[in-house]
């Protein structure tokens, strides 16, 4: 079992500019979970998708969208960047919309560069 | 002030002692969870914690939920503990708050 991946590993993108991070659940679960974590910061709660559609959401702007496809996977979308994008872009996964009530595990994250 | 408070924020100690991790919280949860990140940015859940303790080879967890605060130890420390270990709390089923994060605790366990 490959856990959860998250591609590409690393990223550098210009100011204005549009990013798409991918995330692939570990198998058998259903909700992916993505969280922001700026340098030195705890993560900070993005979203959440479950059965293709939004579950919850943090305090981020619209700028900020994501999708969940069929098998899961997911892909978070950042319009617009700007220099404090800059991150490390965590997903997590879950099983049955459990969210954190139930055991969640981590991708690698994606480290994010805005230049 | 944040609603997950961690201490301390670094700690640095030689290989073999004891360690503690204080986490407190000033909202409801359902329960809470230690996390470990290395280096790199990998999180791995190490304990999800509604009451009492846990214990996992040298973690041991315990929460206190009259006081809000729960401690993450580590026995006979190695510096392959050497990490960021970040306290979240998820709110209680029937409301829809989200998870809350600490800023986590860097520790370095020198040999």
């Known amino acids: 079992d490959a856990g959860v991946t998250q591609s590409p590993t690393h990223l550098i993108k210009t100011r204005g500019q549009q990013v798409t991070l991918r995330c692939s659940p570990k198998s058998g679960h259903d909700t992916v979970s993505w969280y922001q974590q700026a340098l030195g910061q705890g993560p900070q709660f993005i979203f959440q998708?479950?059965?293709?559609?939004?579950?919850q959401r943090g305090n981020f702007p619209d700028r900020f969208s994501g999708h969940q496809f069929p098998n899961y996977s997911s892909e978070l979308n950042v319009n617009a960047l700007l220099l404090g994008d800059s991150a490390l872009y965590l997903c997590a996964s879950s099983r049955t919309g459990g969210g954190w009530d139930t055991e969640a595990f981590f991708g690698q994250g994606t480290r994010l560069t805005v230049v | 002030k944040n609603e997950v408070e961690q201490s301390p924020q670094n700690l640095t100690a030689q290989e073999g002692e004891f360690i503690t991790i204080n986490c407190s919280y000033s909202?409801?949860?359902?329960?809470l969870h230690w996390l470990q990140q290395h280096p790199g940015g990998g999180i791995v859940s190490l304990f999800m914690l509604s009451s009492g303790k846990k214990k996992h080879g040298r973690l041991i967890a315990t929460i206190n939920i009259q006081e809000k605060h729960s401690s993450l130890h580590i026995t006979a420390s190695h510096p392959r503990d050497s990490a960021v270990y970040i306290c979240?709390?998820?709110?209680?089923?029937?409301?829809?708050?989200?998870?809350?994060f600490g800023k986590g605790t860097r520790l370095h366990i020198l040999p």
């Open positions: 909202v409801g949860i359902s329960a």
């Open positions: 998708y479950y059965e293709e559609e939004e579950r």
């Open positions: 979240a709390v998820l709110p209680p089923m029937n409301r829809d708050d989200k998870i809350i």
